[in-house]
């Protein structure tokens, strides 16, 4: 019985509509471009200070 509910309920999810899905999407693109962006700006950061503690 409980295998049963669970079955019916895994199958009978609806789907969102096209914009939501799309929001979602846009929203995870942000997100990853977000994350990407401050680990490269973070690394540029490192890389000058320790030069500048490197040469002075």
């Known amino acids: 019985m409980i ?5 019916n309920f895994r199958f009978n999810k609806k789907r969102g ?8 999407l846009i929203g ?12 490269i700006l973070n690394l540029i950061d490192w890389t000058n200070t320790s030069i500048e503690d490197l040469f002075s």
């Open 3 to 7: 295998f049963q509910l669970f079955k």
């Open 17 to 24: 509509s096209p914009i939501l899905e799309e929001i979602l």
């Open 28 to 39: 995870i693109a942000i997100v990853i471009f977000a994350i990407i962006f401050g680990v």
